[in-house]
T-cell receptor, first 120, second 116 residues
Framework: DTGVSQNPRHKITKRGQNVTFRCDPI?????LYWYRQTLGQGPEFLTY????????KSRLLSDRFSAERPKGSFSTLEIQRTEQGDSAMYLC??????????????????FGPGTRLTVT | AQSVTQLDSQVPVFEEAPVELRCNYS??????LFWYVQYPNQGLQLLLK??????LVKGINGFEAEFNKSQTSFHLRKPSVHISDTAEYFC??????????????FGTGTRLTIIP
């Protein structure tokens, strides 16, 4: 178990450019979450996947944002035409969801170190 | 929908003194409760969680928390803090359902600073 990894760790981009982040979850985890954390705030939910299906998107996720998880393993989060308000830490988390398993491991999300985006 | 309030944005504490970080939540449905810690330039690490049963839960690094349903609180405590406890602490909630989105709703965090 190598944990959740995210790349890059830091990204500086100019306003109007597109950026893409990658998240590699824990290998046996079928659920993957994206959160955004701005300065002085707690993480806010953006979207989540179960296997390759994107099951829910927050209204925070504008049309400029798109997330994919094509083979149910790693996921990418793309932001098009970045704005200064997109500057934040983007966190990825994964979990193992097994319906009917009951209490226990299904309820823990393991977080990656995050990608810090700065839009100048 | 759920919400979480962490009233204390910063808490300075002398080393080896006790500490309590406060968390209150609001929800129209039953919830599970969590405390996460975030060290500088790192992701979130789960300290402890309350799912059901005993209202006093123990976590890693000597932390514990008590669920109080009537006061809708889940305060985090440690009897004696160390320099290494300096970090940001987040309280979080999610719906207590076995199905659907397990998204977490976080508070704004409390920065714990240990004074030598």
């Amino acid at each position: 178990d190598t944990g959740v990894s995210q790349n890059p760790r830091h990204k500086i981009t100019k306003r109007g450019q597109n950026v893409t982040f990658r998240c590699d979850p824990i290998s046996e985890h079928n659920r993957l979450y994206w959160y955004r954390q701005t300065l002085g705030q707690g993480p806010e939910f953006l979207t989540y996947f179960q296997n390759e299906a994107q099951l829910e998107k927050s209204r925070l996720l504008s049309d400029r944002f798109s997330a994919e998880r094509p083979k149910g393993s790693f996921s990418t989060l793309e932001i098009q035409r970045t704005e200064q308000g997109d500057s934040a830490m983007y966190l990825c988390a994964s979990s193992s969801y097994l319906p009917g398993q009951g209490f226990g491991l299904t309820y823990e999300q393991y977080f990656g170190p995050g990608t810090r985006l700065t839009v100048t | 929908a759920q919400s979480v309030t962490q009233l204390d944005s910063q808490v300075p504490v002398f080393e080896e003194a006790p500490v309590e970080l406060r968390c209150n939540y609001s929800s129209s449905v039953s919830v599970y409760l969590f405390w996460y810690v975030q060290y500088p330039n790192q992701g979130l690490q789960l300290l402890l969680k309350y799912l059901s049963g005993s209202t006093l839960v123990k976590g890693i690094n000597g932390f514990e928390a008590e669920f109080n349903k009537s006061q809708t609180s889940f305060h985090l405590r440690k009897p004696s803090v160390h320099i290494s406890d300096t970090a940001e602490y987040f309280c979080a909630v999610r719906e207590s359902s076995n199905f659907g989105n397990e998204k977490l709703t976080f508070g704004t965090g409390t920065r714990l600073t240990i004074i030598p």
